[in-house]
């Protein structure tokens, strides 16, 4: 018997185990995340494939639905939560999971990303799905894949929330000066964006030219449908309902890892209100660059955003119209993320500042990050 | 004083040793060995986890039995995003799995056979299987999901994933036969089809077997990358990738438990028959 490798193994596990119980009692404070701005509202839709043609919104429809598969973007995604909630509510039908065999019973779900769901469709995988802009457009209106639009989500839920953006509040609490100026900076570029949108505008050319460049479509029917289907907002005002009903809705699922009793709410109501901070928007929309005081050097930001996301075409057009430029910030955005969950990891972890988001990743994340 | 105080300890512990002898020889000793040896072992792994996890202080990266709590709820209640039990999961994962396994067997070894026996052949294929074994499998796994389908693509992905090892293996296999075996055969009257089964095939298991062994490992990385991408059914990659999107960290873990319990099953089972067959072939 090696007594001696034994003795040290021994000594291995005490010295680890002492380490531990060391570590554990240290009180490590945990960044989270708070959500300063609106991004947009509204601005997805639900498309079918032709071979199912007559699918509408009509909660009386139920037949026409069941044994259907539907892509989604995930299920921390505001799309699946609103498809869910008609199949399940209005339609009375039980929303799955696909898995080869189908009941009339269900409406079936399988994750897809938007980008590839018109692929999906062409090569008979689905019989339809639900896709954020440009994406949903670009499926009905691109005419390349056999589809129709079956309804927008505001169709569903007038003024749903969508993108936001979220900061980290260690970062926020370290510059306070920084969050302003960039979020007068960004109200100004939604401002600017929302100017453009109508044809014939003064800026329109220079928007679509945006949206080519970064929301990865080149049909300019489908820019301007996409364009227009998106409800362009900074304001806060509605997103606290909708975040109460998002809570409400996972709670009900068993998708959120804490009680919000736990974590030191009363209720979904005092969680929204924790999790959305709407002063520094309020003291920085409508300022001008000279209003703030001059800094000796510029601001970098890293901030993360989504890959082809037209929803996030204000920080974009921002950028190209040096509207960032001019209130002293420079943005990093780095490599864009694929899904809202990524940038809130890396929110959380540190990696960037500040991230454009769909609002149901934020309330996953941070109450399953807790 | 220093160095009293180390010897002393140096004695008293050779003293303890020579209490506790350990036969070799004897099967009970050796068993009592390994099972403290391997229970040793995991304890200091679920130790430094502990120690990295609070560390670290990342919920991503969560405690040992935050992951057990998680296990326990999983097996009990289920997935509560997909709804889908977690043997749903493994069950549709090993599907996937065995049926990329059995086409790639079913190619690659007549393939890596063929090509082994006529010099020709295999100066023929080469250039194609240079230019495509590189190739990463799990890159194919977008591709070949959306050219194939849900259902065949991620079949597609573990069948790359084991084809090339299997081959070259079997290539391989082939040209270690000891050319008088062939002859033997041949002088005895063998035709070619029975050199081919009698002789080539039962000579080139073993180097076969071996190619199975590391295939079987490589697959497992590629149905999990390609779940990650598909989510027809579920799966064991799809489960971690959608836990890893809502933040439930220990759920994730779990996920990558269960595919190395999964992985070491399979190569481990693998692993035994290719002892059987070397073992019987007298290659030891």
């Known amino acids: 018997m090696n007594v001696k490798l034994w003795s040290a193994i021994i000594v291995l596990m005490i010295a680890l185990s002492a380490s531990g119980i060391y570590l554990s009692e240290q009180t490590k404070v945990k960044d989270r995340a708070v959500i300063v701005a609106m991004v947009n509202e509204e601005g997805s839709g639900v498309f079918a494939s032709t071979e199912n043609p007559g699918l509408t919104l009509d909660p009386n429809t139920t037949e026409s639905w069941g044994g259907l598969v539907f892509a989604t973007p995930g299920p921390s995604s505001i799309q699946h939560m609103i498809l869910m909630d008609f199949v399940t509510n209005d339609l009375g039908l039980k929303f799955e999971l696909y898995s080869d065999t189908k009941s009339p019973g269900s409406v079936y779900w399988t994750q897809i990303a938007p980008g590839s769901m018109g692929d999906s469709l062409l090569a008979g995988d689905i019989d339809g799905g639900i896709a954020w802009e440009p994406h949903y457009s670009n499926i009905c209106f691109g005419s390349t894949y056999g589809a129709y639009s079956v309804g927008s989500t505001a169709e569903l839920w007038s003024d749903h929330p969508c993108c936001v953006i979220a900061a980290s509040r260690a970062y926020v609490s370290e510059n306070p000066n920084a969050i302003l100026r960039f979020l007068a900076a960004y109200t100004a570029s939604v401002v600017w964006v929302n100017g453009a949108i109508p044809e014939g505008s003064p800026n329109h050319s220079e928007l679509v030219q945006y949206v080519k460049d970064n929301a990865g479509v080149e049909n300019e029917v489908v820019i301007q449908e996409a364009l227009e289907g998106v409800k362009y907002t900074y304001s806060l005002e509605n997103l606290k309902e909708g975040l109460i009903r998002m809570v409400e809705t996972y709670q009900d699922l068993g998708l959120l890892q804490n009680t919000l009793q736990e974590m030191g709410f009363a209720d979904a109501a005092a969680f929204a209100d924790w999790l959305v901070d709407s002063a520094y928007l309020s003291a920085a929309e409508g300022r001008t660059p000279e209003s703030f005081p001059e800094l000796p050097d510029n601001i970098k930001i890293d901030i993360g955003v989504l890959a082809y996301d037209i929803h996030q075409i204000a920080v974009h057009a921002g950028i190209g119209e040096k509207i960032f430029d001019s209130y002293g910030i420079t943005l990093n955005l780095g490599t864009p993320f694929a899904a809202g969950g990524n940038v809130m990891n890396a929110l959380l972890s540190g990696q960037i500042d500040m991230g454009f988001l769909g609002s149901p990743p934020v309330v996953l994340n941070t109450v399953n990050y807790w | ?284």
């Not at chain 2, 082939?174 to 055969?185: C, E, H, Q």
């Not at chain 2, 080139?204 to 497992?220: D, E, F, K, Q, T």
């Open chain 2, 1 to 284: 004083m220093e160095e009293g105080i180390l010897s002393r300890a140096n004695a008293r512990l050779d003293a303890w040793g020579a209490m506790m002898p350990y036969d070799k020889d004897n099967r009970y000793h050796r068993w009592v060995r390994t099972l403290a040896i391997t229970v040793a072992s995991l304890i200091i792994f679920l130790l430094v986890w502990w120690n990295l996890a609070l560390l670290v202080g990342s919920a991503a990266i969560p405690l040992p039995m935050q992951v057990w709590d998680a296990m326990i709820d999983l097996f009990t209640y289920g997935d509560p995003v997909s709804g889908m039990s977690m043997w749903a999961n493994i069950s549709i994962s090993l599907q996937r799995f065995v049926a990329g396994f059995l086409l790639a067997m079913a190619v690659a070894i007549p393939m890596g056979l063929l090509m082994g026996y006529s010099k020709t052949l295999n100066e023929f294929m080469t250039p194609t299987l240079e230019i495509l074994r590189p190739i990463a499998p799990i890159a194919w796994a977008p591709v070949l999901l959306f050219a194939t389908g849900y259902t065949w693509g991620p079949v597609l992905v573990v069948f790359i994933g084991i084809f090339f090892p299997l081959l070259s293996n079997t290539v391989f296999g082939v040209n270690k036969i000891d050319r008088s075996l062939v002859d033997a055969a041949r002088t005895l009257g063998a035709s070619n089809l029975q050199i081919f089964y009698k002789v080539m095939f039962p000579c080139a298991l073993p180097y076969i077997m071996n190619g199975v062994r590391i295939g079987s490992g490589i697959g497992w990385m590629c149905i999990v990358a390609s779940e990650l991408y598909a989510s027809y059914g579920g799966g064991i990659g799809f489960f971690v990738g959608i836990q890893a999107s809502i933040g439930y960290w220990p759920n994730v873990f779990v996920g990558i438990a269960i595919i190395a319990v999964l992985g070491i099953l399979t190569t481990g089972l693998f692993d035994y028959i290719h002892k059987v067959i070397t073992r019987r072939m007298g290659m030891e």
